[in-house]
């Protein structure tokens, strides 16, 4: 419904998708990073829109689904996560992939946007249990490009699986690269 205000904003403000989703899974995890603004969510939204994903979802702490603003960040498709509290999230996120044919997540593998050295592991053992494929996407601000990188399929292997993403996340400009990886 917005999607012709989108591509006019990637216009106006010279941004550009450099690859493609897989059209051949009918669910998997985007893993978007490096996740160093508040910036990231909006360009998130519109990339969404852009690359024709109407159906991909997201994780969010549980304070964004508060009134007065909660309706909105449900409506863009999120789902509430408590991190406050010890839950086993990676069982709760696949249990949700299980009760969908079709179900694409999008998530940022850091967890936060302050500074950080390697990725958290969740997204690739949500991945993993759910038995589906993870594409990382970076937000480059310095090319003003959404990257998508290669389908990766989780394997026996999380040392050498995760160095793969990391290898692709390198080359990746965060909107403050100082909180890079």
Not at 21 to 35: C, D, E, G, Q, R
Not at 78 to 107: N, T, W
Not at 109 to 127: D, W
């Amino acid at each position: 419904m917005l999607r012709p205000l989108y591509l006019l904003l990637f216009k106006i403000f010279g941004w550009k998708i450099n690859g493609q989703l897989p059209t051949n899974f009918p669910k998997y995890i985007i893993a978007v990073a490096p996740h160093t603004s508040n910036w990231d969510f909006p360009v998130g939204v519109a990339a969404r829109s852009v690359l024709k994903i109407t159906n991909a979802q997201f994780l969010g702490k549980s304070q964004l689904f508060k009134p007065p603003i909660g309706w909105f960040f449900r409506w863009l498709g999120g789902h509430p996560v408590d991190r406050s509290a010890s839950h086993d999230m990676v069982e709760q996120v696949v249990r949700i992939f299980e009760k969908h044919d079709k179900f694409i997540l999008a998530m940022a593998p850091e967890g936060t946007r302050k500074k950080v050295t390697k990725l958290r592991t969740g997204f690739y053992f949500i991945a993993k249990g759910a038995k589906v494929p993870i594409v990382p996407v970076g937000f480059d601000f310095g090319r003003k490009e959404i990257v998508v990188g290669p389908t990766l399929i989780p394997g026996e292997d999380i040392e050498r699986d995760m160095e793969t993403i990391l290898t692709f996340y390198r080359t990746i400009q965060g909107k403050n690269p100082e909180l890079g990886l």
